[in-house]
């Protein structure tokens, strides 16, 4: 299956917590996590599950026993035309009955105080939808199962320089995969590729015009994904584990 863009969901989470321990962070990054989710360019609309695994910032304060952060997030979007246009408001959507909310621009994502929202490796997702907007209401159970937590490699460095080619690594590959999209990011410029792969190098040429930050951000996301046509409407459904790391660019 192709994708032709990638979509970046803001999720205000637990980063946000940690954060604020010191009572004056200003860093967008700092209080914000994105997940990279893919787009497929024929959706009417996207329903993502994700297991998200961070460290914390660098100067965060520690917590004894919690040296990353995991949590359960839930998204939805749902086009006013197929592949995009406008987002369109379909009524309640619930995830493994967790309610999700509607936030300005009509994106679904997960109450902020929900971090578990019975998103489990190897379990399948349970999604309703009462619709509204051209979308008939539906309940749908996913096929394909969450799969197994992706995770950086041990020796995965937070130092990274952007002069030269860059190589991510992770553990495994985890199992029910279909695909691994690979990101690095400044806070302004995304990168991204996709392989299923242990590894995946950028070029220096691919991360032209990225800036230095010691707020950058590299991730890896495990997924796999099902589509049904409902009431004329196709409706995709991704299940994801991803790892986020906080690193200086260099």
């Known amino acids: 299956m192709k ?28 209080q914000q996590q994105s ?12 329903m993502a599950a994700i297991k998200a695994k961070s460290n914390t910032p660098s100067g965060t304060p520690s917590v004894p026993g919690m040296p990353d952060i995991l949590l359960d997030v839930a998204s939805a979007n749902f086009y006013s035309t197929s592949g995009g246009g406008s987002l369109v408001n379909v009524g309640e959507v619930i995830l493994n009955d967790f309610k999700l909310q509607n936030i ?8 902020f105080t929900d971090i578990t929202l019975g998103i489990n ?3 399948a997702n349970g999604w309703k939808v009462a619709g509204a907007n051209g979308f008939d209401g539906f309940t749908y159970t996913t096929t394909k199962v ?32 279909d ?17 299923r792969a242990t590894s995946i190098t950028f070029s220096a040429s691919e991360l032209s015009g990225m800036k230095t930050t010691s707020q950058g951000i590299i991730q890896v996301a495990a997924y796999n994904s099902e589509s049904r046509t409902i009431g004329g409407k196709k409706i995709y459904f991704i299940n994801e584990t991803v790892d986020s790391k906080f690193v200086s660019l260099n």
Do not use: H, R
């Open 35 to 46: 997940n990279p989710v893919p787009q497929p360019g024929d959706a009417d609309g996207v």
């Open 121 to 123: 490796s190897g379990q």
């Open 3 to 30: 994708f032709k863009a990638f979509s970046f969901i803001i999720l205000v989470a637990g980063i946000s917590f940690f954060s604020s321990c010191d009572g004056n962070s200003e860093n967008p990054i700092e």
């Open 104 to 111: 300005s621009g009509n994106t679904y994502i997960n109450n």
């Open 179 to 195: 695909n691994i999209l690979w990101v690095i990011s400044d806070g302004t410029k995304v990168v991204t590729k996709e392989s």
């Open 146 to 177: 969450m799969p197994g937590v992706v995770k950086f490699a041990s020796n995965q460095s937070e130092t990274i320089s952007i002069s030269s080619s860059v190589t991510l690594s992770i553990q495994s590959v985890p199992s029910g995969v």
